[in-house]
């Protein structure tokens, strides 16, 4: 039973530049939720994606959008990236219908940006 | 702003010693989870508190959810190396289904 997968693990980009980070959820799971976690801190919550829509967004700048497809797979994309967006990013998955669901996380995206 | 502080920030302790770490809110959450990770891999959730009052055992650690469902404490008896770690926790604010995360607390468990 695969669990939450993220692609590409590592990544390098430059001021200005688009970058689309991938997950898979957990099988069985419907709703994908992504983190940014700065060196040191605790994960902050950029959105989360129900039924293929954007349910929740956390103080994150429209630079950050997302989408989920209908097999519950989520993309996040980041345009004009800035140096402060260098971070792990992190995709968990959990069952939507109700609140309080465990989040089953991958091991996120190391995006670095020169 | 709904924040969610923990303490200590960090923590080294000998084997065989007994810990507690405590997350802190001004803020109602509907249930607060627990999570521990460790370097290059996502957080792995440990347990999910719901009812205020609540208490949660996982062998060697304890989990309590404040009456008021404002607070929570991870309480760790006879600390092993393995327990060495990041230690979050996360709740998600009553009306919402946004997680907040913690500051997070640093363990480490030395042989």
């Known amino acids: 039973d695969a669990g939450v997968t993220q692609s590409p693990t590592h990544l390098i980009k430059t001021r200005g530049q688009q970058v689309t980070l991938r997950c898979s959820p957990k099988s069985g799971h419907d709703t994908v939720s992504w983190y940014q976690q700065a060196l040191g801190q605790g994960p902050q919550f950029i959105f989360q994606?129900?039924?293929?829509?954007?349910?929740q967004r956390g103080n994150f700048p429209d630079r950050f959008s997302g989408h989920q497809f209908p097999n519950y797979s989520s993309e996040l994309n980041v345009n004009a990236l800035l140096l402060g967006d260098s971070a792990l990013y992190l995709c968990a998955s959990s069952l939507g219908g109700l609140r309080n669901q465990p989040q089953h996380f991958g091991d996120g995206t190391r995006l670095s940006i020169l | 702003t709904q924040l969610l502080e923990q303490s200590p920030q960090f923590l080294s302790i000998q084997e065989g010693e007994n810990l507690t770490v405590y997350c802190n809110s001004s803020s109602v959450f509907s249930s607060l989870q627990w999570y521990r990770q460790e370097p290059g891999e996502g957080p792995v959730l440990l347990v999910t508190?719901?009812?205020?009052?609540e208490v949660k055992k996982l062998k060697r650690l304890t989990f309590q959810f404040g009456d008021a469902r404002k607070d929570s404490s991870l309480h760790i008896t006879a600390a092993q190396p393995g327990d060495t770690g990041l230690y979050l926790c996360?709740?998600?604010?009553?009306?919402?289904?946004?997680?907040?995360f913690g500051t997070g607390t640093r363990l480490k468990v030395l042989a």
């Open positions: 996360a709740g998600i604010p009553s009306g919402t289904y946004k997680y907040i």
């Open positions: 508190v719901v009812t205020g009052g």
């Open positions: 994606y129900y039924e293929e829509e954007e349910r």
